[in-house]
């Protein structure tokens, strides 16, 4: 089956501009969660969703948005992006909340000139 | 404050033989851990878990063992192969309700010599 899909692979923007990030889940897996992997930080959780809803929040600015549709897809969105937004952009699936055997998309490189 | 540690930047193994690389957690409401492996500019790929209530899962030539009481696992990968070169990273989680996602470690790099 299908694994995580994220679109685009790589994204060049420039400061203060906003950006979408898209994730499309393991058929039927309903929890999506992203995640920021930068060199000096690591890979840090941004949020989750399940049914539609954001049910957990990492701690990143409020720049940092996202939603989940009906059929789980989820978007990202940064806004006022900063040079220090540069990062890969991973989405993770699962089937449930509970975090368990999360699978990972190749993820987005976002570069901010 | 890491929650998660690999305090091991790096690992160089002889092919054929052992790898154990090691992690640290100090959170002590992580009920469930799972090891990942990664290329560059690839997402993570899930390799094995563990939950809280075990002490060691295995699967083919990976095992994770957890010793809850020194809050401390290890993915043992034997034998080691050319295809193991990669950053494996440790997670911990939470289960239920609240989780505030994976807590990811900093990563491994392992590289296995010829």
């Known amino acids: 089956k299908a694994g995580v899909t994220q679109t685009p692979r790589y994204l060049i923007k420039t400061r203060g501009q906003q950006v979408t990030l898209s994730c499309s889940p393991i058929?039927?897996?309903?929890?999506v969660s992203w995640y920021q992997q930068t060199p000096g930080q690591g890979l840090q959780f941004l949020f989750e969703y399940f049914s539609e809803t954001q049910r957990n929040k990492g701690n990143f600015p409020g720049r940092f948005s996202g939603r989940q549709f009906s059929n789980s897809r989820s978007e990202m969105n940064v806004s006022t992006l900063e040079l220090g937004d540069s990062a890969l952009y991973l989405c993770?699936?699962?089937?449930?909340?509970?975090?368990?055997?999360?699978?990972f998309g190749q993820g987005t490189r976002l570069t901010v000139v | 404050d890491q929650q998660v540690k690999q305090n091991s930047p790096s690992l160089s193994v002889q092919e054929g033989r052992i790898s154990i690389l090691n992690c640290d957690y100090t959170?002590?409401?992580?009920?469930?851990f799972l090891w990942y492996k990664k290329y560059p500019a690839e997402g993570p790929t899930f390799l094995i878990s563990?939950?809280?209530?075990?002490d060691k899962n295995e699967d083919g030539r990976f095992t994770v063992f957890l010793n809850k009481s020194a809050k401390h696992l290890s993915l043992h990968i034997v034998p080691s192969q050319p295809g193991d070169s990669a950053v494996y990273f440790c997670a911990a989680s939470a289960r239920g309700g609240g989780a505030d996602g994976l807590t990811f470690g900093k990563g491994t790099h392992l590289i296995i010599q010829p």
């Open positions: 058929s039927g897996h309903r929890s």
């Open positions: 993770a699936s699962s089937k449930t909340r509970e975090n368990t055997e999360a699978f």
């Open positions: 959170n002590s409401m992580f009920d469930y």
């Open positions: 563990i939950s809280s209530i075990k």
